[in-house]
């Protein structure tokens, strides 16, 4: 159960840097190519522990982003059930990837989820997206390698921990 | 009813029920975003959860405010340099900017205080600049911008919105000489306007000392007694501050007193000032007194005492 536990706190933790990270300003030059750091830190855990990643979880994660973003409530929710929908889907086969196609796979992921960004604002009546932001999926797929390998380190580790402990 | 598989449901297969599920989370999100963009429920939610999403934007622009520090920190020395440079020709600038205005403002409240003086005098005056100064131990003088061509003649008297100054000696075209009131050449018939004990002040070479000599020891002098013009000689206009006593003490044969007193005028600080047009009543020295008595002839050496004048003669003693 330490090992659970542990995991457990890693990926609150991990969920909760990757909200601050969202929220940390940038210089104005290259805020729009900011990725969305919720939806990588979501991609990882509903890969690596499915039991622990639902719809219903990205949904809730979604809502207090947009709590905290103060953009449309249900948003973000929206876009991160949708999202970790397809991830669930297509589990078993994006799990067996390579990095680089799995990279791609993840840009691909995080370009709906920005086309479903821009949907969503063009019904609420708000002012389209800058153009430097369609380029944010591609960050978000440049960084992606970094963040599964970061994130599967810790994994790792708290799983050996936790398997030496119990 | 299916056999209970893993541990989901059996009503739909898994793909379905997680597709239902993914649509009802889909409509949940809609029918939120729908309300919030109505009602503007986000806002509320935020407001009531402002004292902890606060301290969350906070540690968030933590990490920017480190860098932005980090960055003033080792900035540039040289774009610093440039800045500082920049930011001080700035101030240079703005502070000349500033000068002038307070210059303007003082000129200002000059020309408006001998207005003031003009219309309260309700006499015809001219206004003059100074042009030049020659204060020294010997003369003091001022050359102004008006001269004979602008009506200005000799013995007119100048004025400052704070006493008198001194009169006109010599005129030019389109400039004149004024003798200050403090060129030891130059006397001028006062009265302590207190008392009304009549004396002349006499310039010193210093610019902030007149003489006035030759009082009786007995006389009701005090230091701040005023002195005004007496208007007898002719020259000056009656009424016209000079200067205030500043001390008193024996002259040098101990016969008499000697009043110091500060020259009204700002001889030093003004640059424009008044000269009066109108002359005071031309009444000069009084004329001698009439022979009363036994004839001249009769007593040749009375006859000296009995011309001298009741006042000194007044006006510039040049």
Same mark, same amino acid.
């Given at each position: 159960?330490?090992?659970?536990?542990?995991?457990?706190?890693?990926?609150?933790?991990?969920?909760?840097?990757a909200l601050?990270?969202?929220l940390?300003p940038?210089p104005?030059?290259?805020?729009?190519l900011?990725?969305?750091w919720?939806?990588?830190v979501?991609i990882y855990?509903s890969?690596?522990?499915?039991?622990?990643v639902?719809?219903?979880?990205a949904f809730?994660v979604g809502?207090a982003?947009?709590?905290?973003?103060?953009?449309?409530?249900?948003?973000?929710?929206?876009?991160l059930?949708?999202?970790?929908f397809?991830?669930?889907?297509f589990?078993?086969?994006?799990?067996?990837f390579?990095?680089?196609?799995?990279?791609?796979?993840?840009w691909?992921?995080?370009?709906?989820?920005?086309v479903?960004?821009?949907?969503i604002?063009?019904f609420?009546?708000?002012?389209?997206?800058?153009?430097?932001?369609?380029l944010?999926?591609?960050?978000?797929?440049?960084?992606?390698?970094?963040?599964?390998l970061?994130?599967?380190?810790?994994?790792?580790?708290?799983r050996g921990?936790?398997?030496?402990?119990? | 009813?299916?056999?209970?598989?893993?541990?989901s449901?059996?009503?739909?297969s898994?793909?379905?029920?997680?597709?239902?599920?993914?649509?009802?989370?889909l409509?949940?999100?809609?029918?939120l975003?729908?309300l919030?963009?109505?009602?503007?429920?986000?806002?509320?939610?935020?407001?009531?959860?402002a004292?902890?999403i606060?301290?969350?934007?906070?540690?968030?622009?933590a990490?920017?405010?480190w860098?932005?520090?980090?960055?003033?920190?080792?900035?540039?020395?040289?774009k610093?340099?440039?800045?500082?440079?920049?930011?001080?020709?700035? /101030? =240079?600038?703005a502070? %000349?900017? +500033?000068? #002038?205005m307070?210059? $303007?403002t003082?000129?200002?409240? *000059?020309?408006k205080?001998?207005?003031?003086t003009?219309? /309260? =005098?309700?006499?015809? %005056?001219? +206004?003059a #600049?100074?042009?030049? $100064?020659?204060?020294?131990?010997? *003369?003091d003088r001022?050359m102004?911008?008006?001269?004979?061509d602008?009506?200005?003649?000799?013995?007119?008297?100048v004025?400052d919105?704070?006493?008198?100054?001194?009169?006109i000696?010599?005129?030019?075209?389109?400039?004149?000489?004024?003798?200050?009131?403090?060129?030891?050449?130059?006397?001028?018939?006062?009265?302590?306007?207190?008392t009304?004990?009549?004396?002349i002040?006499?310039g010193?070479?210093?610019?902030?000392?007149?003489?006035?000599?030759?009082?009786?020891?007995?006389?009701?002098?005090?230091?701040?007694?005023?002195?005004?013009?007496s208007?007898?000689?002719g020259?000056f206009?009656a009424?016209?501050p000079v200067?205030t006593?500043?001390?008193?003490k024996?002259d040098?044969?101990g016969?008499?007193?000697e009043?110091?007193?500060?020259p009204?005028?700002?001889?030093?600080?003004s640059?424009e000032?008044?000269l009066?047009?109108?002359?005071?009543?031309p009444?000069g020295p009084?004329?001698?007194?009439?022979?009363?008595?036994?004839?001249?002839?009769?007593?040749?050496?009375a006859?000296?005492?009995s011309?001298?004048q009741?006042?000194?003669?007044?006006?510039?003693?040049r």
């Amino acid at each position: 159960m330490n090992r659970v536990r542990a995991q457990g706190w890693a990926f609150w933790i991990g969920i909760a840097l990757a909200l601050l990270l969202m929220l940390m300003p940038l210089p104005a030059l290259i805020q729009p190519l900011k990725p969305y750091w919720p939806a990588l830190v979501l991609i990882y855990w509903s890969l690596e522990a499915t039991d622990r990643v639902s719809v219903g979880l990205a949904f809730g994660v979604g809502l207090a982003a947009d709590l905290l973003n103060g953009a449309l409530l249900g948003d973000q929710a929206l876009r991160l059930a949708v999202l970790v929908f397809i991830v669930l889907r297509f589990r078993s086969r994006l799990r067996f990837f390579p990095m680089w196609q799995q990279a791609l796979a993840v840009w691909l992921l995080l370009l709906n989820n920005h086309v479903l960004q821009a949907l969503i604002r063009a019904f609420a009546g708000d002012a389209p997206m800058p153009a430097l932001s369609w380029l944010a999926p591609a960050v978000g797929a440049a960084v992606w390698p970094f963040v599964f390998l970061l994130l599967d380190d810790v994994n790792t580790r708290l799983r050996g921990k936790g398997a030496k402990a119990t | 009813m299916a056999l209970p598989q893993k541990e989901s449901t059996p009503i739909f297969s898994d793909a379905t029920a997680g597709t239902l599920r993914l649509i009802a989370y889909l409509a949940l999100a809609a029918v939120l975003m729908v309300l919030d963009h109505r009602n503007g429920w986000l806002h509320r939610a935020r407001y009531a959860t402002a004292a902890a999403i606060v301290p969350i934007y906070k540690i968030a622009a933590a990490p920017a405010d480190w860098v932005h520090q980090a960055g003033t920190a080792f900035a540039q020395r040289s774009k610093l340099i440039d800045e500082n440079r920049q930011l001080r020709e700035a /101030l =240079l600038l703005a502070e %000349a900017r +500033l000068n #002038r205005m307070h210059a $303007v403002t003082r000129q200002n409240a *000059r020309l408006k205080q001998l207005l003031d003086t003009q219309q /309260l =005098l309700g006499m015809h %005056a001219q +206004l003059a #600049r100074l042009i030049d $100064v020659q204060l020294g131990p010997t *003369r003091d003088r001022v050359m102004l911008n008006v001269g004979a061509d602008e009506g200005v003649h000799v013995g007119q008297t100048v004025i400052d919105s704070h006493g008198v100054m001194g009169q006109i000696i010599e005129t030019l075209p389109h400039a004149s000489v004024a003798m200050l009131v403090i060129d030891p050449d130059h006397a001028v018939p006062v009265t302590i306007a207190r008392t009304g004990l009549r004396g002349i002040a006499h310039g010193t070479g210093d610019t902030a000392q007149l003489v006035v000599p030759n009082l009786p020891l007995s006389s009701d002098v005090k230091v701040g007694d005023q002195l005004v013009t007496s208007g007898l000689g002719g020259r000056f206009p009656a009424g016209f501050p000079v200067g205030t006593v500043a001390q008193l003490k024996r002259d040098a044969s101990g016969m008499f007193m000697e009043a110091l007193a500060k020259p009204a005028a700002e001889l030093e600080r003004s640059g424009e000032v008044l000269l009066l047009r109108d002359q005071p009543d031309p009444i000069g020295p009084p004329a001698p007194a009439p022979e009363v008595g036994p004839p001249a002839s009769l007593a040749p050496t009375a006859r000296a005492r009995s011309q001298g004048q009741p006042a000194e003669p007044a006006g510039a003693v040049r």
